[in-house]
């Protein structure tokens, strides 16, 4: 079973609008943190945003914030006013806490945002 | 602060080969990983290290070596490149091996051909 689930290999939004980018996860681990990275047309992986399991708050990093339903096991990530730099391909990524330290990785949403 | 350096950027093999893919942290962190990225798979852990001397396999180390001989460098080895492993290659370190909001920091990538 996949212990990271991004079921949408790609998504349209409209500039200025916002957005939310699906992530489930499995795990028997009571301490874990999830992450989300944007990869942009040039290649680079780059860190947004993180959750810990033990965080009572959703996580916010500017436009970005994180929508944590432990019971559900769900770790949304949602982008506020798309912009056209927002384009890129976005992985939910999570670490366990037996992992020593490993990224599980979702297989990503390719998001494209129209002006 | 030059982060996490891969070398080379781009390679084209030929099959049977072998060859090494540099990487280098100026972060002083325990943990450095290797991941490959094919298209609609995420990125998968091919190797990792939680410190100078130790290293493990990850989901799929077949055909790659590793060593961590230094705390700043931990080198890929490809022993007899196959078309199979035609890919994007990305070394990933960070703090401890625990799960704690400590994000993975991500090289340039190496995109590899074997032909």
């Known amino acids: 079973a996949q212990k990271i689930t991004q079921t949408q290999p790609g998504m349209f939004v409209q500039e200025k609008e916002a957005v939310t980018l699906d992530c489930t996860y499995d795990t028997s681990d009571q301490s874990y943190g999830l992450f989300w990275y944007k990869q942009p047309s040039s290649g680079e992986m780059i860190f947004l945003i993180y959750q810990g399991s033990y965080d009572e708050q959703n996580a916010t990093e500017g436009r970005y914030s994180l929508n944590f339903q432990k019971a559900r096991k769900s770790a949304n990530l949602v982008i506020s006013a798309s912009q056209l730099g927002d384009s890129a391909m976005y992985f939910c990524a999570m670490r366990e806490g037996g992992s020593q330290g490993n990224l599980i990785f979702g297989k990503g949403t390719k998001l494209s945002v129209k002006p | 602060n030059a982060g996490v350096t891969q070398t080379p950027k781009f390679q084209v093999l030929k099959t049977g080969q072998s060859m090494t893919l540099q990487c280098a942290q100026d972060m002083n962190h325990e943990y450095m990983s290797w991941y490959r990225q094919d298209p609609g798979m995420g990125l998968r852990l091919i190797h990792y290290s939680v410190g100078a001397g130790i290293t493990d396999q990850g989901e799929v180390p077949n055909g790659y070596n590793v060593s961590r001989s230094t705390t700043e460098d931990f080198p890929l080895r490809l022993l007899s490149a196959a078309p199979s492993q035609t890919s994007v290659y990305f070394c990933?370190?960070?703090?401890?091996?625990?799960?704690?909001?400590?994000?993975?920091?991500f090289g340039q990538g190496t995109r590899l051909t074997v032909v």
């Open positions: 990933a370190s960070s703090y401890s091996g625990q799960a704690g909001g400590t994000e993975a920091f």
